[in-house]
């Protein structure tokens, strides 16, 4: 292995391919937080060389590099094993001065830079060996077109958009148009010192801006040397952790790495706007495609894993050869993906769908390790399986009025796997059996007499997150269809109405002057509970919230489509009070009971 410092002329100048393997991360820097701050750094610099031929470098950080054996008379050729980020966007960059220079007319300055982003090999037949660098699969049509037009406009050109777009929405793309951008206002800041300021810019590139690379030879173990430089306080998640292992040892296995990734992983690659989004609130919030990562190892080791310790978890699964090669892992890794991204892709208005909805409103991530199992095991779609839905929503929804702490639910849903095994026919009957057994706070399934108890006397609005109230009024509002009238899905968030106003003191509302402080405490206790809730539009719900009653229930029944407020017109219209609200619940609990049986 070979360790030291270089310049990005040093890097460039000689012909060589720097290739990123296929089982890298696609590119994901992004302007504000990479080439804004990398542009700003290297104009710096451009301005310092202008001002003092010393000027102090500049740093960029460190790469490692494999030697990869070729023929006699072929180009060298390195892996990228880190660093690939910090190599494409430095070829953008050095791309987008090279177009720029043709574009004004600068031939000599053109040329010099044609060396650090072409490779001069008359022998070569494949077109790609000119390029520098070569992006990982799903970055390399982009890239080409990157380095094959001209200029900003015969970019767009090739992806049929007008000049007067800014960006084209792809990183590669973008990259370079900022690039150009950013030199092209840079160098015209002074008309008629364009030549000298880009000769500053370009020398500054070539000899002002270093690497630390790390030359791995045959007998070093690139992999190592990689993860322990992403160890911590790097961007990588944890899945391109494990992407790198899973490819690495299909190499060694001597496996066709292309159909792998092309079989296996692409799609995380082609999803990205699906697997890479954050999901959760706070410290929680991660890329779903970790979320997907911990929820199969759960369910793997049958056990919890900390987000920290995925990577860590996932190595040690794999490293018992019984658990099979990088190609079975892979085969498993896509079937439960597969599995986990068809929750979100179910049918509007089938039960599955209704479920998952109803469960991403309760934030119950903690149930997937025994709802992909059950999934993978008995499909998606018989009677017996959405039984079984049906059951773990009655659970999950008692003990969410009952407002019964979600604490073990991880631990709890691993160790209810497997009442999954054994025949189709009696795995509901199995499931619920479980599940009646517990008796303790952290577990139990609240009886009919427990629901009914919260339902009727639980401050609810106060005690559980807004999204969690709506599902169950929603749920409702649903189970009120008969069929006789037009069927909808509520698509808008409705904002979630209080019938008694809470500011119920005002001149409308307000007790009778001789009413006792029990009168009041009543009425303060029924105010949040559910038979005083109903859901309006943003924009009804101040208009009406603390008016006379009279006007309040006309303007719900004249603009309200939800069957919950056609019902209360129906049985309500008359007045609204404590023994209103009561009566109500009760009405409503009825149909919650309906909903989610024990």
């Not at 490779?119 to 390399?140: A, C, G």
């Not at 777009?165 to 364009?194: C, H, K, M």
């Not at 793997?300 to 190609?327: C, M, Q, W």
Request: proline residues 5%; negative net charge.
């Amino acid at each position: 292995m070979q360790v030291g410092n270089i310049t990005i002329r040093q890097l460039f100048q000689q012909d060589r391919r720097h290739v990123v393997p296929l089982y890298q991360r696609p590119y994901v820097w992004q302007q504000e937080t990479q080439w804004e701050p990398l542009w700003e750094d290297i104009r710096a610099v451009a301005e310092r060389l202008m001002a003092n031929p010393e000027a102090r470098s500049h740093f960029i950080g460190a790469i490692v590099l494999e030697y990869v054996p070729q023929h006699a008379g072929a180009l060298e050729v390195r892996l990228v094993i880190d660093g690939q980020q910090r190599l494409t966007t430095v070829q953008l960059l050095l791309e987008a001065i090279y177009d720029y220079c043709d574009t004004i007319g600068a031939k000599a300055l053109h040329q010099s830079v044609k060396r650090l982003v072409r490779n001069d090999e008359p022998m070569s037949t494949n077109p790609i060996d000119q390029y520098k660098v070569w992006p990982t699969n799903v970055d390399r049509d982009h890239f080409e077109r990157v380095m094959e037009a001209r200029s900003p406009d015969e970019l767009k050109q090739l992806y049929d958009q007008p000049a007067s777009v800014t960006r084209l929405n792809q990183p590669i793309l973008d990259g370079y148009l900022f690039f150009y951008e950013s030199v092209s206002a840079w160098v015209d800041e002074v008309p008629d010192q364009r030549e000298p300021r880009l000769t500053a810019l370009i020398q500054s590139i070539k000899d002002r801006v270093g690497l630390v690379v790390i030359d791995v030879g045959k007998e070093d173990d690139a992999q190592v040397i990689f993860e322990t430089l992403n160890a911590r306080g790097t961007p990588l998640l944890p899945s391109d952790l494990v992407k790198n292992h899973l490819f690495h040892h299909a190499e060694i296995e001597n496996e066709n790495l292309d159909l792998l990734y092309k079989q296996y992983w692409q799609p995380f690659e082609e999803g990205k706007n699906y697997w890479r989004e954050e999901i959760g609130r706070g410290h929680a919030k991660r890329a779903r495609i970790d979320l997907f990562l911990q929820n199969y190892l759960c369910l793997r080791i049958r056990d919890e894993v900390p987000v920290g310790h995925l990577y860590a978890t996932f190595r040690e699964t794999t490293a018992n050869p019984e658990s099979g090669n990088a190609k079975e892992h892979l085969q498993r890794l896509r079937r439960y993906a597969d599995l986990f991204q068809g929750f979100d892709k179910f049918e509007e208005g089938t039960r599955q769908a209704l479920f998952f909805t109803r469960l991403e409103a309760m934030e119950l991530g903690t149930t997937y390790p025994f709802l992909m199992e059950l999934f993978a095991i008995h499909g998606a779609k018989s009677p017996e399986v959405e039984r079984v839905l049906e059951i773990v929503e009655s659970y999950l929804v008692r003990r969410l009025v009952c407002q019964l702490t979600t604490r073990s639910y991880g631990r709890f849903f691993i160790d209810l796997i497997p009442t999954l095994d054994g025949p189709i026919e009696t795995l509901a009957e199995r499931v619920r059996t479980e599940l009646l057994k517990f008796t303790g706070e952290g577990a139990r399934w609240p009886d009919d007499e427990e629901f009914r108890s919260s339902w009727l006397t639980a401050r609810i609005y106060r005690t559980i997150l807004r999204s969690r109230l709506r599902m169950l009024l929603e749920a409702l509002d649903l189970d009120m269809e008969d069929g006789f009238g037009e069927k909808y899905i509520l698509k808008e968030k409705l904002t979630i109405e209080h019938l008694l106003p809470q500011e119920w003191k005002t001149a409308h509302w307000k007790l009778p002057d001789d009413a006792t402080a029990e009168m009041v405490a009543a009425r303060d206790g029924l105010l949040h509970t559910m038979g005083n809730l109903t859901l309006l539009t943003g924009k009804l719900n101040p208009k009406i919230s603390n008016g006379k009653w009279e006007r309040k229930i006309k303007e719900i029944g004249d603009r309200s489509k939800l069957n919950l407020n056609l019902d209360l017109c129906k049985h309500w219209s008359e007045g609204w009070g404590e023994d209103q609200i009561v009566e109500r619940g009760k009405k409503l609990f009825e149909r919650a009971l309906k909903i989610w049986p024990r």
